[in-house]
């Protein structure tokens, strides 16, 4: 694979994970603009785990998924007690509050000599794992896609035991699912910690393959493109957001056909998708044929 | 015996309106009441206060002894408590076999969520067919809700009942729509598999129905209780045909 190869599909994969993330909560009947946010809190206490404290690269991914997932619990406690539009504003401000902490969290030590660390809207360089450790661009694109496939992996568990199950139920007829005996705020917490620890586990891997990070690159638009991923792809799969990721970054903006263009045709995509296929390409009917097919 | 539920003094209002006003009702165990009423008396406002979905102003209801008036949904569900919908409340973007399986994730271990073994897996598919090929759904388990009748759906939220093996059954109209025989489906249906060993409380405006399931009757009218006693005697008060069936029919 050539290198303009390896660096689109590393893309696609960092944003499937922020893509699973929006999606699971849309399972969960919650439509969220800030999962963004967890990529960032990922990003930014990953790098900090390797590059400020030394820790190892596992420990730093790790400590990313925890702090994510506790993040994504913590503010899903009292914005669970909203629904629609008014959750969706909450997490919009949830993430534009964190993008503006990051822009004046600063945390630099002195390591080697330099000093290394957030900066403040100066953002965040110098996360150089990767390069010592000797990693090559393929080799961490298989980092990304062994990271992917065990998120996939805790899905497809999910849905083969009663996780998924649980969500789609919360999500479609909460006070079905509260008669049924099921939860609903610690069933949409947990979906939102879930969701947090996936966003922060892409987020950790991309500030080790960016090597820079600033607050700016977790603005708005990322966490709109990645609720756009889900809707598009569907809501039938966990394949759904990515076959959205693939998409846009594969076919749009990798094929420099649209170039200069690819937002006004995304975004006309996603109007297209809404009207026609309102749960997106791979929705639940298409899914249940797909099961159908393959019992046969 | 103590009763298997006892409501006592439950009012419930929303504003002005009041929806329930000082109702008392006492079941045995095992007893099926037949509970009807003009429309707006507060029949499935008594539905919604006993499974937690509104919470009352006032009173109390005792489920085995359990107070249970206030308590969240999920709360009470664990008590034993399940219901069927006057307007069908499946769930449409999940298979029969799901939507079935939707009474049985409550009482789940946690970790289930996580990791089902293949065993227990199969165990809980078999039950649950099982229980579809008693109302005869068993070749729609992976069909969407969709694609079943009226009834195969008013058979489904049965069968949802039953899969949650609650103790105090509550049944919302579940013939309304219903042509005579498919009543008698249901009325079979219900008399068969879900009121041996519980307790129920039947709105309906069939008398078909109420008849052939409820020994006794109460009547609501305004919120408040109008008479309680065996089917017959019920059904032949000058005040209950009054307001039930209007004045012009006395």
Known sequence: MDGYTISVLSNIGLFAFLAISAWILLIAGEISFGQQAYFAIGAYS?????????WPFAAGVVIAVALGAAVGALVAWPTMRLSGLHYAIATLAFAELTRASLNVFTYRRDIEGFATGPDGANGFGDIRWVY???????????????????????????SYGRGMARLRIVGEDPILAAMQGLSVTRTKIAAASLAGGIAALGGALYAHLATYIEPAQFSVMT???????????GLGTVLGPILGVLIDIGLLESLRVFAGYRMIVFGGLVVLVLIVRPRGLLDEPTMRRVQAWLRR | MAAALEIAGLSLRFGGLTALNALDLALKPGEAIGLIGPNGSGKTSLFNVLTGHHAPDAGSVRLDGNETAGLPPPRIAALGVARTFQNL????????????????HARAPWREALWQTPAARRRE?????????LFGLASKTHEMPEALTLVEMRQLEIARVLAAAPKLVLLDEPAAGMTPAETDRIIRAIAEHLLPGRSAIVIEHKVQLVTALCPRIAVLDAGRKIADGPAAAVLGQGEVRRSYFGAASC
């Open chain 1, 46 to 54: 990953g790098g900090i785990a390797t590059a400020v404290w030394q």
């Open chain 2, 89 to 104: 409340r499946l769930l449409r973007r999940l298979s029969v076999y799901e939507n079935l399986r939707a009474a049985r």
């Open chain 2, 125 to 133: 598919q078999d039950a649950m067919i099982s229980l579809l090929a």
């Open chain 1, 223 to 233: 966490g709109v493109h990645a609720l756009a991923y889900g809707l598009i792809g």
């Open chain 1, 132 to 158: 010592e450790a000797g990693i090559e661009p393929g080799a961490y694109l298989a980092i990304i896609a062994g990271c992917l496939g065990a998120v996939i992996g805790l899905v497809a568990l999910m």
